[in-house]
């Protein structure tokens, strides 16, 4: 009796080993297997959102070549660094905003008691400017035409203006 109940406990340990054995490797496999499937995904995502972001900056200063070698021309004596450039244009635009009657390129005059003043600006390549414009109430768009002088001042020139209605 008892070499049959040890006999019977052994047996019982072995499969308890075999079924706890095959039990973590195949767990093992399965969360390897999806571990592998996440990190495709979110390198796709990763792929799509670069894609996206490359081609939302396709308009811009800093990727465009034609207009950096405007600035930065092989014959020029003086070139303008872009990185620089970029921020001292946008606090030149921005600091219209303090003015009494609003921002004077907004292409707008003041409607109702508040001043309309640029939020946003984007330098598009070496002579425009979009821009979005406030006043708290109604919004708009600008594309400003915008010139870097001689004496490094920039003057500004409204080329067309957008109010989006209320």
Known sequence: MKKSFLLYLFILVLLLNLFTYMYFTKELAFEQN???NKEKKLNNNLN???NKLTDANYFSLENNENAQN???PDTATKTIQI???IPFVTEKLMDLNSNPKGNPFVGQDQIGANKF???KVKILNHRWIIADFSDGEYWGEVLI???VNDDETVSFE????LLYQK
């Open 117 to 119: 003043i640029i939020n």
């Open 158 to 161: 409204t080329f067309q203006s």
């Open 48 to 50: 799509s959102i670069t």
């Open 70 to 72: 405007y600035f930065n």
């Open 145 to 147: 035409k915008y010139f």
């Open 83 to 85: 990185k620089k450039l």
């Open 34 to 36: 999806q571990f592998t």
